[in-house]
């Protein structure tokens, strides 16, 4: 696995890299040495931030964990990536048969879980507005995203509430 690091208001240490890249290492026995990952290092007040995006062919899998210690975040986020790998080994076997993406022989199957079901289909219509009136919008739905077409190019859009309490946007290209 190729992992490129980012550092967002933290410096990073080479003893920091070292120790997250043997962390990470530890998914090498279910994830291929092709695969490209990136890990964002993020610093805010008393909370340490590890993010952790790895880009399989087909699929991209996905961590983010905090916590008041770097390393302790690091630890949770490989667990996490782990834990998604097992979840949906049989999903993504199926998917990567022929592709060395991923090392399905080493992955310990789960113990068998209810799988999500979908439950409810929901139909509306997309209006016209500003990324602006769509958050209005969201926030007077009391939802945490918001499905809209933008007035400026006629594309559909989502707006959607971070975690930060900021707002993000989603575009499709």
Not at 12 to 35: H, M, P
Not at 62 to 78: C, F, G, L, N
Not at 90 to 100: A, G, I
Not at 116 to 137: G, H
Request: hydrophobic letters at 40%; a positive charge.
């Amino acid at each position: 696995m190729r992992i490129e690091f980012v550092g967002k208001n933290i410096e990073l240490t080479q003893s920091l890299k070292d120790v997250a890249e043997k962390k990470f290492q530890k998914l090498d026995k279910f994830i291929g040495k092709d695969v490209d990952a990136k890990v964002v290092f993020s610093a805010v007040r008393n909370t340490k931030a590890v993010e952790v995006t790895i880009f399989l062919d087909k699929t991209i899998l996905r961590a983010e964990e905090e916590s008041d210690d770097m390393y302790t975040s690091i630890d949770r986020a490989v667990d996490v990536l782990e834990r998604q790998v097992r979840k949906y080994k049989t999903k993504l076997q199926n998917r990567y048969q022929k592709n060395d993406s991923i090392r399905f022989e080493n992955i310990k199957p789960m113990e068998e879980a209810d799988e999500a079901k979908l439950v409810k289909n929901k139909k509306f219509k997309v209006v016209p507005m500003s990324s602006d009136e769509a958050i209005l919008q969201m926030e007077l739905l009391r939802h945490n995203f918001f499905v809209f077409q933008n007035a400026k190019n006629e594309a559909i859009n989502v707006v959607y509430k971070r975690k930060d309490g900021n707002y993000g946007l989603i575009e499709v290209e």
